[in-house]
């Protein structure tokens, strides 16, 4: 018997969770229990900090498992994430499946111009928001083969073409980054100086490297950080600080899911040290404003 989600009981707040992925989507967050992918999400759900039972993720082996895991949570919406990278490719016709048709989700598309090549990869994203009427798009640049950096000039036309269709672009980093070398704040600079008015969301906020992240918010005002099932871990307390302070309008809510409960995800979320004045903002303001919701 799959257990239900842990439910937050106290929350009377909307949330918007900015990273949130059914298990169904890919064996890589569990879709297929048995093999050892299922295996490695499990391993990774109890690296991240889940409590108690660890194959919480088996609840959304279906679409009504997994919304009803969004609604029990008590989201306001979920953003189911695509990805376009040679190892692992999320086509964006099934996120918008899983998305279409259901007010408390959003999609994020994916696109990658060095493996599609810059016209099909405009054209796809172009599709993605127009046709798919998909929130964002996603690049994974240190996840690519070579690996590149986020400045990297086979991007350039993806942050143009995304400024005139005024959605933000989601730039993955972390330590899963392949080479670690490409777990880099640095090189997002150059564009968040070169593209002012375009969003920039750094899923897992560059985690370990946060003070560097931090920094980078600190001066762009345009880059917004989610450390999502990277902000339970050793070192994060900067972030806090940061979001409690000048972050407060760049800083987001997110849940990882499947990797970790969401409902667990938002009862730790309060217990970091947020300034209750500030969580309304994390939870929701912030992620309403670049989706361009009421």
Known sequence: ????PLQVSTMTRKIIDMRCRPAFLHDFFGATPGNPAHDAARWLSRRVGTRGSDRHFERSLTQEGFLAEVRDAGLTKAVV??????AQHLPNDTIHKI???????????????????????????????????????????????????????VYWPIYELAVQLKVPVF?????????????DPSPVAKVARAFPQLP?????GFWPRVHEAVGLAFKYENV???????LFQPGTEVYVQAANTFLREQFLFGSSYTFRPIGQSIEDFLHLGF???V?????????ARLFGLK
Request: hydrophobic share 35%; glycine share 12%; net charge negative.
């Open 171 to 183: 730039l993955m980093s972390g330590p899963t980054t392949p080479d670690p070398r490409y777990n």
């Open 99 to 153: 998305v279409h048709g259901y007010d408390e989700l959003i999609g994020i598309g994916g696109v990658d111009p060095a493996l599609q090549g810059k016209d099909a990869a405009l054209a796809e994203f172009e599709r993605a928001i127009k046709t798919l009427k998909l929130g964002g798009i996603d690049l994974e640049p240190g996840f690519g083969e070579p690996a590149r950096y986020p400045d990297d000039p």
């Open 224 to 230: 917004h950080l989610v450390p999502d099932m990277y």
């Open 279 to 287: 969580l309304d903002d994390l939870f929701y303001g912030n992620a």
């Open 200 to 204: 920039i969301v750094i899923y897992h």
């Open 275 to 277: 300034k209750d004045e």
């Open 1 to 4: 018997m799959i257990p239900p």
């Open 81 to 86: 994430v695509g990805r376009h990278t040679p």
